[in-house]
């Protein structure tokens, strides 16, 4: 499966974007899709996950309350709303899925497919 990330660009804080995740090569309805972050100077880290099976959910503490992340099956593309954006948001954002359950232990999280990453910066 092939990802590419969209969506980002440059917003004052307490702003929102929506980024979005679109597939192609495989359907997305029975993968596990997640975004993930890199700020500068820092290493990358899990933001959210949904799971293909119940659709759960698991958001990482800092974001918990201002990011929502989804799925369109019929357009097998996932989303990541974020609000209340922070500068400590700044960073390139990745999506990523995997077949099935995820890999590995929250917020440790193993994904097979990666997509380029899109840029988000939020000015104070």
């Known amino acids: 499966v092939q990802l590419q990330a969209s969506g980002g660009g440059l917003v004052q804080a307490g702003g929102s974007l929506r980024l979005s995740c679109a597939a192609s090569?495989?359907?997305?309805?029975?993968?596990?899709v997640g975004w993930f972050r890199q700020g500068p100077g820092k290493e990358r880290e899990f933001v959210a996950i949904?799971?293909?099976?119940?659709?759960?959910?698991h958001y990482a503490d800092s974001v918990k309350g201002r990011f929502t992340i989804s799925r369109d099956n019929a357009e097998n593309t996932v989303y990541l709303q974020m609000n209340s954006l922070k500068p400590e948001d700044t960073a390139v954002y990745y999506c990523a899925a995997d077949p099935g359950e995820p890999g590995g232990k929250g917020p440790y999280y193993v994904m097979n497919y990666w997509g380029k990453g899109t840029q988000v910066t939020v000015s104070s």
């Open positions: 090569g495989r359907t997305l309805s029975r993968y596990s």
């Open positions: 949904l799971r293909w099976r119940g659709s759960s959910t």
